[in-house]
């Protein structure tokens, strides 16, 4: 007989970190849909602004620079979100494949148990890795926001 088998509280161990990731993710890409929905707001905004002004505006180049920053933003927050996404299934798989190894290991413990663990040793090395690789993005866009949040008010800032 194996750990788990033996003890009941090592199968609920093996659940429980997937779970919490699981949540993580769910909180986290709730943050990133409100991100995603604030750069489309602004992104109208900017382009209802872009179609007023006539073309041979001065204050059009750094409209139009504004509008491609927030189409850079969009794409970072887009990618983020998928890996989110990814993550979040790669945990819950997880989750379920811990509950499915422990019933394996306490009805026979063989082959059918190391399989599991590969199989659950994998979703959860992918998710992390997707989350890993989404919050690098999330990083990558609040690092292009506060760029450009800077220039914006430095460009619209009264001169004193």
């Not at 788990?4 to 659940?15: D, I, K, M």
């Not at 009805?107 to 059918?112: A, E």
């Not at 992918?126 to 292009?144: H, T």
Request: include cysteine; charge should be positive; hydrophobic fraction near 50%.
């Amino acid at each position: 007989m194996g750990p788990f088998a033996e003890n009941p509280f090592a199968v609920l161990t093996t659940v429980v970190a997937p779970a919490v990731l699981t949540n993580a993710c769910s909180v986290l890409a709730l943050g990133t849909g409100n991100r995603i929905a604030r750069v489309v707001d602004r992104s109208r905004v900017v382009a209802g602004k872009l179609a007023s002004l006539p073309a041979e505006s001065p204050e059009r180049e750094n409209w139009e620079r504004q509008l491609q920053a927030l189409h850079g933003r969009a794409r970072h927050l887009f990618g983020a979100l998928r890996l989110i996404y990814t993550s979040l299934g790669a945990f819950a798989a997880a989750a379920l494949i811990a509950v499915l190894g422990s019933a394996a290991a306490f009805l026979d413990g063989g082959w059918t148990f190391r399989v599991a663990a590969v199989l659950g040793l994998l979703s959860g090395t992918v998710g992390v890795g997707g989350l890993l690789l989404g919050c690098g993005l999330m990083v990558q866009e609040v690092r292009l926001a506060l760029k450009y949040i800077g220039e914006e008010s430095e460009t619209t800032a009264p001169l004193l």
